[in-house]
């Protein structure tokens, strides 16, 4: 937050009444947590403008608010794969531009985008660079990862990709567990030689892609239980819920 209010010239919380603040909502909204495996409680923090202000600029005042809602699993089916369509025309993103904060600006572009890929029966739309038009970038609400052996890929974040804290925490976990992980750019020509591929997000956590179409090619990824990406969100939601011992200090105690 602190990063994308700086990029969009608005004032942000201290880390310290942002944390507070989730920690709050958390435990004022508890009875909403869903039972274990049935879903989530998701907090979504917001900042925005609230000054009186019609002219071009930044706003006067800005309120800060934490909002949350239980949820089941974003897509459908508790692992159920994905089927992504590349998106050539549109861009979601531009070197420069707010690509890499986590605002409206990152999301109203693909909106287009993603009702075109739902009427042709996909789950997502992965988009390419908008200068080469020849590198995977993100999917719209997510990061991607592509996996080649011991080898697991996932874009660069370079301004025009989100750095999302489940691509941070899986890349670290896939460290720890002996996998070589590289962040750089991936040309969309390397998925034919790819075993499997994965989202990670927020809301998604770790979800599976079981098709890739591009060009009118449908390139195919391993799915299921054995697969590299089940084995890290497996200890990643191990850690979240208790189930896992934590040594890394990523939990925190709401009480």
């Keep these: 937050m602190k990063m994308g209010a700086e990029r969009i010239c608005m004032p ?19 009875r909403w947590v869903p039972p ?26 800005y309120t800060f608010l934490v909002y949350c809602s239980p949820v089941g ?6 692992f159920a794969s994905l089927d992504l369509t590349i998106e050539d025309e549109l861009h979601r993103a531009t070197p420069g531009g707010a690509g890499g904060v986590k605002s409206i600006t990152n999301y109203a572009p693909v909106l287009k985008g993603i009702s075109k890929a739902k009427h042709e029966g996909y789950s997502e739309v992965l988009y390419l660079d908008s200068v080469h038009k020849k590198y995977i970038e993100e999917v ?38 002996g996998y070589q992980v590289e962040e750089r ?21 770790v979800a599976p ?5 591009y060009q009118g090619k449908r390139m195919e990824f391993k799915v299921g239980a054995s697969t590299v990406g089940r084995e890290l969100y497996t200890i990643l939601e191990g850690i979240q819920t208790g189930n896992t011992k934590d040594d890394k200090g990523w939990i925190v105690e709401v009480q």
Excluded: W
Excluded at 12 to 30: C, G, I, M, R, Y
Excluded at 36 to 61: C, E, H, N, Q, W
Excluded at 187 to 202: H, K, Q, R, S, Y
Excluded at 209 to 213: H, Q
């Design 12 to 30: 942000s919380p201290s880390v310290e009444t942002f944390v507070d603040a989730v920690k709050e909502t958390a435990l004022a909204n508890k």
């Design 36 to 61: 274990p495996g049935k879903g989530s409680l998701y907090i979504r923090p917001l900042l925005m403008g609230t000054g009186a202000v019609l002219g071009f600029a930044p706003a006067p005042d």
């Design 73 to 78: 699993n974003y897509f459908k089916g508790t």
């Design 140 to 177: 719209s609400c997510c990061n991607i990862f592509v996996i080649k052996g011991n080898v697991i890929s996932t874009p660069a974040a370079s301004g025009t990709i989100l750095e999302g804290i489940t691509r941070k925490s899986i890349m670290e976990i896939a460290s720890d567990q």
């Design 185 to 205: 750019a991936i040309a969309v020509d390397e998925l034919e030689d790819a075993g499997e591929v994965f989202c990670t997000g927020t809301a998604v956590g």
């Design 209 to 213: 892609v079981g098709t890739i179409t």
